[in-house]
Antibody, heavy 118, light 111 residues
């Protein structure tokens, strides 16, 4: 059973960057396909980026290209999302998730609220 | 923005059957990619409900079922219960360029 625990809430100013972490337990990081999904207040789910097993590489949603970076630390089984040049529209709950064999998201973190406000 | 279209809301009385549609295109569902469904209770993370069009993860009641045909998919909930009141999202894959795609989401209300 995979368990994902995310870092806490953050408040950032416009133009700043944020880095959200997701610690894996129950499996080692390299055994899992890792993804990030966000949800703005009162809105739907939006996939940001993650490992695409069909092409064997990390891919990003076009709207975040150039602003998002996905990294990992295999020693601590933790993966990260960094989003730069924050604006108010980036205020959202950011979820980490793992990808299953059918390209579904089978396990989810608890979410981390990022608030962008001056 | 969401690429898969769902009705904003559906409702039903306890015990009734409701269905939620998910309409895509030839670039995602119609290209043969699987459809998955998630249930999101208020204030919580989404939970996988159906994967691979019509498979239930362990622990998901058989009241929930999925189907797929052409460029669309559906989630059916039979024997509706108060605890089913939540937001539901479909999801598929839309190619290397568009990546993974979600539906617009549907709020289910139990009358």
């Amino acid at each position: 059973q995979v368990h994902l625990v995310q870092s806490g809430a953050e408040v950032k100013k416009p133009g700043a960057s944020v880095k959200v972490s997701c610690k894996v337990s129950g499996y080692t990081l390299t055994e899992l396909s890792r993804h990030w999904v966000r949800q703005a207040p009162g809105k739907g789910l939006e996939w940001m980026g993650g490992f695409d097993p069909e092409h064997g590489e990390t891919i990003y949603a076009q709207k975040f290209q150039g602003r998002v970076s996905l990294t990992e630390d295999t020693f601590t089984d933790t993966f990260y999302l960094e989003l730069t040049s924050l604006r108010s529209e980036d205020t959202a709950v950011y979820y980490c998730a793992t990808g299953g064999d059918f390209q579904e998201f089978d396990y989810w973190g608890q979410g981390a609220l990022v608030t962008v406000s001056s | 923005q969401s690429v898969l279209t769902q009705p904003p809301s559906v409702s039903g009385a306890p015990g009734q059957r409701v269905t939620i549609s998910c309409t895509g295109s030839s670039s995602n569902i119609g290209a043969g990619y699987d459809v998955h469904w998630y249930q999101q209770l208020p204030g919580t993370a989404p939970k996988l409900l159906i994967y691979g069009n019509n498979n239930r993860p362990a622990g998901v009641p058989d009241r929930f079922s999925g189907s797929k045909s052409g460029t669309s998919a559906s989630l059916a909930i039979t024997g509706l219960q108060a605890e089913d009141e939540a937001d539901y999202y479909c999801q598929s894959y839309g190619s290397r360029l568009s990546g993974y795609v979600f539906g617009t989401g549907t709020k289910v209300t139990v009358l």
